[in-house]
C-alpha cells in the first residue's frame, strides 16, 4: 500500500461545476499536506499548502485535511477550462529532510 | 529570476549510450531533487541533495549518478541509458525550511 493514495481518474465536468479531488494517507506522523497542479507537459507547481488539520481557502480553490480519518480534500468552486490539469497530493512529517510522499495525481478536464 | 532550467527538453538515446541532464536553479536553494515521472507510478525521488557537496539516494536511484559542486547546479547522469529509464525528467528546488518545491518543465527521455 502507498502511504498516499489518490484515484487517478479521469475526471470530466462542465464549466462550472463544483470539484471534489481526494487523497488518503497512511503515516499517521504527516502533519504538512501540499496539492500541486500540473499542466500537460509542464513541470508541477504549488496550488495549496495545510498544516495539520483544518481547511484553508484561496480563491476558488479550498484544501481540507481531516487527520482523524486520513483524508486530504481539494475542493474548485465555478470550475474552468483553465482548471483543466493533473492534480497531485503530497505530505511529509517534516522529518527526513522534508522528503514529499507523492500522490499519483488526478487528471481533470474541465469542459466548456 | 529564471527559476529552474532543464536542458535538454527532449533526448533520445541508445540503449548503454550515457549522458547528463542538467539542472540549474537561480534562487539560492539548498534543497534540490532530482524526479521521474511515468504514467501509473506517479513522481518518484531519484536522488536528492541538501546542500553544496551533499547528495544522498531516493527511491529509484539506481543507474543514476549525481553531484552537487555548487549552490545552482544539480546534473543526473545515466550511466548506460536503459529502455526502463524511457521518462518524463524533473528538476526540483526549494528553499531550508520551507515546502515549497520549484520544479524546471522536464527533460523527456526515450531510450531506444
Known amino acids: 500500500q502507498k502511504e498516499v493514495e489518490q484515484d487517478p481518474g479521469p475526471l470530466s465536468v462542465p464549466e462550472g461545476a463544483i470539484v471534489s479531488l481526494n487523497c488518503t494517507y497512511s503515516?499517521?506522523?504527516?502533519?504538512?499536506f501540499m496539492w500541486y497542479r500540473q499542466y500537460s507537459r509542464k513541470g508541477p507547481e504549488l496550488l495549496m499548502y495545510t498544516y495539520s488539520s483544518g481547511n484553508k481557502e484561496d480563491g476558488r480553490f479550498t484544501a481540507q485535511v481531516d487527520k482523524s480519518s486520513k483524508y486530504i480534500s481539494l475542493f474548485i468552486r465555478d470550475s474552468q477550462p483553465s482548471d483543466s490539469a493533473t492534480y497531485l497530493c503530497?505530505?511529509?512529517?517534516?522529518?527526513?529532510?522534508?522528503?514529499?510522499?507523492w500522490g499519483l495525481g488526478t487528471s481533470l478536464a474541465v469542459n466548456p | 529570476n529564471a527559476g529552474v532550467t532543464q536542458t535538454p527538453k527532449f533526448q533520445v538515446l541508445k540503449t548503454g549510450q550515457s549522458m547528463t541532464l542538467q539542472c540549474a536553479q537561480d534562487m539560492n536553494h539548498e534543497y534540490m531533487s532530482w524526479y521521474r515521472q511515468d504514467p501509473g507510478m506517479g513522481l518518484r525521488l531519484i536522488h536528492y541533495s541538501v546542500g553544496a557537496g551533499i547528495t544522498d539516494q531516493g527511491e529509484v536511484p539506481n543507474g543514476y549518478n549525481v553531484s552537487r559542486s555548487t549552490t545552482e547546479d544539480f546534473p543526473l547522469r545515466l550511466l548506460s541509458a536503459a529502455p526502463s529509464q524511457t521518462s518524463v525528467y524533473f528538476c526540483?528546488?526549494?528553499?531550508?525550511?520551507?515546502?515549497?518545491?520549484?520544479f524546471g518543465p522536464g527533460t523527456r527521455l526515450t531510450v531506444l
Open positions: 503530497a505530505s511529509h512529517n517534516a522529518g527526513n529532510n522534508r522528503k514529499l510522499i
Open positions: 526540483a528546488s526549494r528553499g531550508t525550511g520551507t515546502d515549497t518545491q520549484y
Open positions: 503515516n499517521s506522523a504527516f502533519q504538512y
